[in-house]
């Protein structure tokens, strides 16, 4: 089809293009995918804490769960144009869109329980909440498990750790649609049937490249080892988780743990793969990813996930 094909050219425009300038749709955002501006995620949802919840508590447990959300979506998101086919390309995109989009709910719930967990612009420009907890945080602030945080590594890393950390997070979703939290408990039933399908695509790629050729199986092996020396963590209980599940808001990330256990043999059994012999990895300075401890890793991925927008921190687009 030419550039001069009658059927190409919109009528009244000498160009498809132009169309998109139109004087007539000033104002109108409907042409727009996604619109040009961005809502509350929470406008018009009750946010209202359930009765004897801590509000410190259920805000600190949603930058948790945001946190993971978000730094885990930046590293898919890396590989955005860098797949090995286009399929996974945008199915690698896809899901780092979906653990966006929890991470924008659970840190716009984070700020309405709790206010003070939002850090303030040095200059004072208004910033959306999520927005500031997700650009304007320094990594100490950041709660995510140092699982999430770790370099891409290759493709059969990456699938070996979106398994575990999918299986992970989906045991947790699942228990969250009971939470006292009527918002906590809507971002979790939404996310459990995204997380689902990040869960199986993670399990049918592992399939596919333990039992596929030498390397492939070779690579896998290598990448799951690195993952598993963060697995570990993943459970460990906090005072801040354990004092949302007293309160029927959160859930104990312990209480998961022979649950995601047996999911994860599982998989390796029907792909013929042993559990690594790997020791966990040790705290950093004390503590782990949820006290703010991180690994080396972290600095470089916020300084590429923040950089535009501290450096543009009221910029429309």
């Known amino acids: 089809m030419s550039a001069d094909d ?4 919109d009528k009244g ?17 409907s ?28 805000a600190a447990y949603c930058l948790m769960l945001g946190d993971d959300a978000l730094v885990h979506s930046h590293r898919l998101s890396q590989w ?8 996974d390309d945008i199915a690698l995109s896809n899901i780092a869109l979906d653990l966006l989009g929890q991470a924008r709910l659970l840190l716009a719930r984070a700020a309405a329980a709790d206010a003070s967990v939002v850090p303030v612009l040095p200059d004072g420009s208004p910033v959306p909440p999520e927005d500031a907890l997700a650009f304007f945080r320094d990594e100490r602030a950041f709660r995510c498990t140092r699982l999430v945080e770790q370099p891409n590594g ?58 596929g050729t030498e390397e492939s199986r070779r690579r896998l092996l290598a990448g799951l080892d690195v993952v598993w020396a963060y697995g570990e963590e993943l459970f460990r209980t906090t005072e801040v988780e354990q004092t949302v599940a007293e309160q029927g808001v959160g859930v104990d990330p312990a209480g998961v743990a022979d649950e995601v256990g047996v999911l994860i043999d599982q998989v390796l ?22 006290d703010g401890r991180h690994t080396e890793a972290m600095g470089p991925l916020l300084a590429e996930m923040q950089v535009v927008a501290r450096a543009h921190p009221t910029g429309l687009w």
């Not at 040009?36 to 259920?58: R, S």
């Not at 939404?190 to 790629?205: F, I, L, P, S």
Request: no cysteine; net charge negative; aromatic share 8%.
């Open 6 to 9: 009658p059927s190409t050219v």
């Open 13 to 29: 425009h000498s160009s498809v293009y132009d169309g998109l300038l139109d004087a007539d749709h000033v104002g109108d955002d």
């Open 31 to 58: 042409q727009w995918a996604f619109g040009t501006d961005f809502e509350d995620p929470l406008a018009g949802v009750d946010t209202t804490l359930p009765e004897g919840a801590d509000a410190a508590a259920l």
């Open 80 to 87: 955005s144009s860098r797949a090995h086919d286009l399929e």
């Open 154 to 211: 290759d493709f059969a890393e990456t699938v070996a750790r979106l398994l575990v950390a999918s299986v992970w997070r989906l045991a947790l979703l699942e228990r969250l649609t009971g939470s006292r939290d009527s918002v906590l408990a809507a971002i979790a039933e939404k996310g459990v049937k995204e997380v689902t399908y990040h869960r199986d695509y993670a399990a049918r790629w592992f399939l596919t490249l333990a039992q």
């Open 269 to 290: 059994s029907v792909a013929g793969v042993e559990r690594p012999e790997r020791a966990a990895a040790g705290p950093v300075a004390g503590g782990t990813g949820r």
